[in-house]
């Protein structure tokens, strides 16, 4: 596949991704990594060939952050393809544009996982994962030419390429102020140095966990939830009650519900909401509580009115003149004081489906989330085939959460293996 770098401009930030500059810094990166594992170990030179046959194609990841007067924005640029490394550093940090080409991600490997790290400014999960994808085809046709007969060296049908900004063609006026701001719990411990992070893969049975889930009348999204609220309320509130509740970041795709697309950002948080109101709670209580909580917002209609006053806020007119170093003062204010609550964040990249024959050479998908403010742990949940990997990440030694999130799922008769990184053991 061969393609020339297209004409481009400039592009406006989407309305999640102007939040994202303003806040990024090194130890809070807003990075986030997709990987692929192939059952082959990854030749670089074959990798670095792949990325710059495929990047010419996709226009958000030949951007360049700038900043304006009044926003920062995207630029096109000709400079040089990132370099592909072999993996030396701990996962999703921050991203240093003047060591980076410019680039806003970067491409590594690791013996056979590529992983590719994403600014989140860029986009979302749906966006790295459709580049990301579109990378391993090119790969594995470089590395196997006998395929050559088989497949058409050229993007995938199904792979989008429009960069449109789905919150503005989809906002609607007036909409009310939607934050909650009410302090949640913060799980603390012993923390790592900086940079350095703990990683522990659940790799759980698909066809189980749809059974653990029916069994209790939840979706397998619902399920995960309710397991790590209850991992947080048994194994770092003991099972006691709290003044303030445990509160789990839920990203949700948008595309499903506005019949988009877009490879940019196109998603909103809502927050599963669990207070321990006493002591002693049972998993049954829990699970409900989160289960009517994520009902009661992951609605069209709570979408639409949680992005549409983001977006209004974009579109004052008043709003828009002030320049841009006093926006990032008011900007990082509500940011600091939503960030207080919630507790953790779990997010479902959902099922990746590969065209054929590429499937016969990938082992698997999965995903991981950088820390941010206040949140110590995270998950990121991806499917593929009839594995499902839960992917915790944390700034914290402590494994008690993670151990009783996996405890709790071998309990329902979930088949689960483990894998961790070296950092637990140092």
């Known amino acids: 596949m061969s393609g020339h770098r297209r004409h481009l401009k400039w ?14 810094k090194p130890g809070m990166s807003n990075v986030y990594r997709v990987s692929v594992l192939l059952k082959e170990e990854i030749n670089e030179e074959l990798l670095q060939k792949a990325l710059e046959q495929v990047l010419p194609y996709f226009d958000i990841f030949q951007y360049h952050m700038k900043k304006g007067l009044f926003w920062y924005y995207l630029e096109a640029g000709q400079n040089p393809f990132p370099k592909v490394e072999k993996e030396h550093t701990y996962p999703c ?11 806003l991600f970067r491409l590594t490997y690791y013996k056979n996982r590529i ?27 470089n590395a196997h030419p006998e395929l050559k007969g088989e497949v058409k060296d050229s993007l995938a049908s199904d792979t989008s ?16 102020k939607t934050y909650k701001t009410k302090k949640a719990v913060i799980v603390k411990g012993e923390k790592f140095i900086v940079n350095q992070m703990g990683i522990m893969h659940g790799l759980i049975n698909l066809s189980d966990i749809k059974a653990a889930a029916k069994s209790y009348g939840v979706t397998i999204n619902q399920y995960l939830v309710g397991v790590y609220t209850w991992a947080i309320y048994k194994s770092y509130l003991k099972l006691r009650a709290s003044d303030k509740p445990i509160s789990t970041a839920v990203p949700v795709n948008l595309r499903p519900y506005f019949d988009s697309d877009t490879n940019k950002n196109f998603f909103v948080m809502v927050s599963a909401i669990f207070n321990a109101e006493k002591d002693n709670m049972t998993f049954e209580e829990v699970l409900a509580e989160v289960t009517a909580s994520l009902k009661e917002q992951i609605t069209k209609e709570n979408l639409e009115r949680l992005f549409s006053y983001n977006v209004s806020n974009e579109m004052n007119i008043l709003l828009r003149a ?15 004081a939503s960030a207080k609550a919630n507790t953790t964040t779990m997010t479902n990249l959902g099922v990746m489906k590969v065209s054929e024959p590429y499937g016969d050479y990938i082992e698997r998908f999965q995903g991981m989330l950088a820390m941010s403010k206040g949140q110590n742990i995270k998950c990121t949940v991806v499917s593929y085939s ?25 309990e329902d008769n979930v088949r689960v293996s483990i894998e961790t990184n070296g950092a637990y053991y140092e």
Do not use: M, W
């Not at 930030?13 to 990024?24: C, H, K, Q």
């Not at 390429?161 to 009310?176: F, G, H, I, M, P």
């Open 11 to 24: 592009d406006k930030l989407d309305n999640t991704g102007n939040l994202f500059p303003v806040i990024a």
């Open 93 to 103: 940090q921050y991203i240093d544009p003047d060591n980076n080409r410019e680039h």
């Open 115 to 141: 992983n590719l790290e994403v600014f989140h400014a860029v986009t979302d999960g749906n966006g790295a994962f459709a580049f990301l994808k579109e990378i391993t085809y090119q790969y594995i046709r």
């Open 161 to 176: 390429l429009n960069t449109e900004d789905s919150y503005v063609q989809n906002y609607k006026r007036k909409a009310r």
């Open 322 to 336: 002030i320049p841009l170093f006093i926006k990032k003062i008011a900007i990082a204010q509500v940011y600091n």
């Open 386 to 410: 009839d594995i499902l990997i839960a992917t915790f990440t944390a700034s914290i030694r402590e494994t008690g959460i993670q151990k009783t999130f996996f405890r709790k799922l071998t």
